[in-house]
């Protein structure tokens, strides 16, 4: 809502700004200076900072993670990632048919919202709410691929390689009737091996401005 508000009052995508007083690291440089582009700001998007309530979240999954770099714990994340079969990121097995599992990622990542360390619980709720299949009644969609969600968003889509949904959607993985689905909880519990995507846990991703 926050995002649309901005976007209305004629931001560009590049423009959006979540700085707020409660997590740095999301100053652009790209925002006005009047704060119009920024989502919390009552001169922008009007929202509040919102801190997602602890019993939500699985601090045993985030402290057992094996990954070398793990996702921030506690807040919602704002960054950009590709999201298979949203916007121009497509689905397939290499980069000439699927943007989503090579990046280009000046044009193939969507603004997402990311709530990463959710409880399992939590997470099927969530997929029960907005529609989003589970691959059975108790196993969340699984997810698999590189350096995902780490990445605040500053005004630029570079430099943030990583999909969601950007490996096969199977009865493995998933399920295939999730293709172009904006938001969701999945399983991060694959744990790549550079060791750089967080092994254990789970995920919510709304997308906010699918390119």
């Known amino acids: 809502m926050g995002v649309d508000r901005v976007l209305g009052k004629g931001c560009t995508d590049t423009q959006v700004s979540f700085e707020n007083p409660f997590v740095s690291g ?30 939500a979240l699985n601090q045993a999954n985030f402290d057992a993670s094996n990954s070398s770099i793990k996702s921030p714990f506690g807040n919602n994340l704002f960054t950009t990632i590709c999201v298979a079969n949203t916007g121009t990121g497509g689905y397939g097995t290499n980069g000439a048919t699927n943007p989503c599992y090579y990046i280009d990622s000046a044009t193939s990542s969507d603004l997402t919202m990311i709530l990463p360390w959710v409880s399992k619980d939590i ?26 969600y780490f990445t605040f968003f500053s005004g630029s889509y570079s430099g943030n390689y990583g999909s ?21 909880c999945m399983s991060a519990t694959t744990q790549w091996q550079d060791g750089t995507v967080p092994g254990g846990g789970y995920f919510y991703f709304r997308v906010l401005i699918a390119r």
């Open 123 to 148: 997470c099927l709720q969530i997929n029960g709410l907005v529609g989003f299949k589970n691959i059975d009644a108790t196993t969340p969609p699984k997810h698999g691929s590189y350096k995902l």
């Open 164 to 184: 969601i949904g950007g490996l096969p959607i199977d009865t493995t993985w998933g399920n295939p009737d999730n293709n172009g689905m904006v938001q969701g």
């Open 26 to 55: 999301y100053e652009n440089p790209n925002a006005p200076s009047d704060k119009s582009c920024h989502v919390f700001d009552v001169n922008g998007g009007g929202m509040n900072w919102v801190t997602p309530p602890a019993g």
